[in-house]
């Protein structure tokens, strides 16, 4: 039990003894937790040290959704963790933890924290090094929502709750803990977190929580690129992201996540292609398919990308050079608030890149286009773009078609190239042939595509 050390209290996240839930008071079993993460505990009891689930897997398992990882809190420092498993990892500098590989499973294992002092902390209050252990009481005080500080010890089947988390559960309520202005201030992406779990869970952020939110929003812009992305890329990916955005711009916290989200969402054709690769996106999540990431982000920032190809076009920039002009102009200003991992971006960029060759529909280019790796995630972009009605229908139809067809009937399917072949001038001196003129059409690799041409 917790003793005399339950008297030290955080200022304004007062913990008090925890109400212990039994067994015969929840439905969480020891078999609704992963086999590693069982194992995991079992074996830091066993030395001695306490250890629990704890939580959004413990926060899911009750709400009745799966969870996607499972993370142990205990009093072990990560130095005594260690030795403990064969195959273990300290990591970390702002917040060190162990990582515990069992089988394919990797278990964050991470010391109960204590209370801050301030002086590792921004200008603005922001944590900068989160390294203080202290109690188990402490530590719940430390987490950011009541229904993320639950602890569940699968020995026992007990459920630990120092903040009437389990109640919050049963009533859908989103609480954070302590004073909402100065959690917010340690850590804005708590704003953000706020809005994703709410959309995800079904939850009401309440009041209280909700308050300081609009008025802190600008914070966000404190918070390293690399964090925003990271939420970003797991709010997107919640199977919720259509509400999730909704609530980001309700609260005015899309602003240096999104720059360009005002811009899209107000073009009535942009509105309706980023709803429908939202509503894409979560039904994939919903039932359990892979999504990319990549793929998602070219979505967002597509009709930006096209209104700066467009632009630049119009400015008398050849077709294909504005078009990679355009996507380095719109990932570059991107990049200043969201650091976009360069392998999403060289995706982002050959979704792009693919679109005006879809155009193409005459001599051997559709045909070198089936071959691109991308082509699949090329042309799931060109059918969002016709279900918007960006491009005619009858293009992404033609495309399913031509991908469906038989070898043989795709030869009957190639559409007539209306514009003459282009030649080229006359090599004098050496060239492929001594003194041979050379003629290449638009299929040739060294025609002129054009507008439509190949990237």
């Known amino acids: 039990m917790i003793r005399s050390l339950l008297s030290r209290l955080i200022p304004g996240r007062r913990a008090r003894e925890p109400r212990i839930y039994s067994s015969a008071q929840h439905d969480l079993r020891r078999d ?45 420092t990560p130095e005594q963790v260690k030795p403990l498993f064969r195959r273990a990892f300290i990591i970390g500098r702002r917040f060190r933890l162990v990582h515990v590989h069992v089988g394919g499973e990797t278990i964050e ?81 708590r704003m953000l977190r706020a809005v994703r779990l709410a959309a995800k869970l079904g939850c009401q952020i309440e009041a209280k929580t ?66 429908l690769a939202l509503a894409n996106t ?21 009709h930006e990308t096209l209104a ?16 990679h002009e355009a996507m380095d102009q719109v990932l570059d200003s991107q990049a200043e608030k969201i650091a976009i991992p360069r392998r999403f971006g060289a995706d982002i960029k050959e979704i792009w890149g693919l679109q005006p060759r879809f155009e193409q529909r005459s001599g051997r280019r559709p045909f070198r286009l089936l071959e691109q790796p991308r082509f699949r995630a090329g042309f799931d972009f060109l059918v969002l773009r016709a279900a918007s009605g960006e491009v005619p229908e009858e293009l992404g139809t033609w495309w399913q078609d031509f991908q469906d067809a038989h070898p043989a009937e795709r030869e009957q399917m190639l559409v007539a190239d209306e514009s003459p072949p282009k030649r080229r001038r006359r090599r004098r001196g050496r060239g492929r042939g001594a003194g041979a003129a050379q003629e290449d059409g638009p299929d040739s690799a060294g025609g002129g595509a054009g507008e439509g041409g190949e990237p």
């Open 32 to 76: 609704s937790v992963s086999r590693g993460a069982a194992q995991v505990v079992d074996r830091l009891q066993e030395a001695g040290y306490r250890a629990f689930i704890v939580g959004g897997a413990v926060r899911d398992l009750l709400l009745g959704q799966r969870p996607k990882d499972f993370d142990i809190a205990t009093n072990a």
């Open 109 to 189: 294992v991470s010391t109960f924290r204590g209370p801050q002092n301030g002086a590792s902390a921004d200008e603005h209050g922001r944590i900068l090094s989160d390294n203080v252990f202290g109690t188990q009481a402490e530590d719940a005080a430390r987490r950011d929502f009541t229904i993320n500080a639950l602890y569940f010890d699968p020995v026992t089947e007990e459920i630990w709750d120092y903040l009437d988390g389990y109640k919050d559960i049963l009533a859908h309520r989103l609480r954070l803990i302590g004073g909402p202005v100065t959690r917010y201030r340690e850590d804005p992406v």
């Open 308 to 323: 700066a190809w467009n632009a630049r076009k119009q400015a008398g920039e050849s077709p294909i050079s504005a078009l």
């Open 210 to 275: 909700n308050a300081p939110i609009a008025k802190l929003a600008p914070l966000i812009q404190n918070v390293p690129a690399a964090r925003l992305f990271e939420e970003m890329q797991k709010l997107l990916l919640s199977g919720h992201a259509t509400e999730s955005l909704q609530a980001l711009r309700a609260h005015g916290l899309h602003h240096g996540l999104l720059p360009l989200l005002d811009v899209i969402m107000e073009q009535p054709l942009g509105s309706r292609f980023i709803d």
């Open 282 to 302: 979560d039904a994939r999540v919903r039932e359990g398919k892979p999504v990319s990431p990549g793929f998602l982000f070219a979505t967002l920032l597509w």
